[in-house]
Every structure is written in structure tokens, then in C-alpha cells.
Nanobody
Framework: QVQLVESGGGLVQAGGSLRLSCAASGSIFFINAMAWYRQAPGKLREMVALITNGGITNYGDPVKGRFTISRDNAKNTVLLQMNSLKPEDTAVYYC???????????????????WGHGTQVTVSS
């Protein structure tokens, strides 16, 4: 089995910074893309940032210039550095892994997408 575990959320004042981390556990051969999504109360889940296995990144418009996504393919981890945080960044942040090939009980398996359980980020004004 493969799981995603997020860490690094918390409470911060507006203008501050936080760094989120997500680690994929299991016997993983390859992860195509890793991303961060967020969901605020009463709103749809939205993509925050995405990074491909080759390092190509894409950001949601609200976070461009403030957030930076990075990953370590060898460790199957993805980081989200969040600077200049605003109250509207308050949400539960979810890690996502797309296109995951892993070993399970002696065979190679593939899963389209995995989600972590989420970590709360609260930005006070």
C-alpha cells in the first residue's frame, strides 16, 4: 500500500510563512506528478501548485509569486513553501500524487491518484 502523509500546517499571522511537507510511503517505483490542493469552508477544492516528475511546475493564480513547490524524487516527498500568507489562504491543504506505480505483494501496481488526509493552515489577520 502507498500512503501520503502531510505535515507542517498550523496558525500563522498574515504576512508570515509556513512550509508544508508530504511524504509518500511504500515501495514506490515512480510518481508522475505531485501537487497541493486546498479547500476552504464552503468552497470547492482548488489546485494550489503542481510539480511533475521532471520538475515542471504550475501554480494557481492566487498563490503565484508567493508559494513555491519542490520535490525530491528519490525520497518521494513534495514541499510547499508558503510566504506572504493572507487570511484567504486559510484552508485544509491536501497532498496529491498522480500516476503512482508501486510494488505490492510481489507485483507492480498502478494507481491514478492518491490523496493525503489534509493539514489545516490558518492565517490570522
Amino acid at each position: 500500500q502507498v500512503q501520503l502523509v502531510e505535515s507542517g500546517g498550523g496558525l500563522v499571522q498574515a504576512g508570515g510563512s509556513l512550509r508544508l511537507s508530504c511524504a509518500a510511503s511504500g515501495s514506490i517505483f515512480f510518481i508522475n506528478a505531485m501537487a497541493w490542493y486546498r479547500q476552504a469552508p464552503g468552497k470547492l477544492r482548488e489546485m494550489v501548485a503542481l510539480i511533475t516528475n521532471g520538475g515542471i511546475t504550475n501554480y494557481g493564480d492566487p498563490v503565484k509569486g508567493r508559494f513555491t513547490i519542490s520535490r525530491d524524487n528519490a525520497k518521494n516527498t513534495v514541499l510547499l513553501q508558503m510566504n506572504s500568507l493572507k487570511p484567504e489562504d486559510t484552508a485544509v491543504y491536501y497532498c496529491n500524487a498522480a500516476g503512482v506505480r508501486y510494488q505490492d505483494v510481489g507485483s507492480s501496481k498502478f494507481v491514478d491518484g492518491l490523496w493525503g488526509h489534509g493539514t489545516q493552515v490558518t492565517v490570522s489577520s
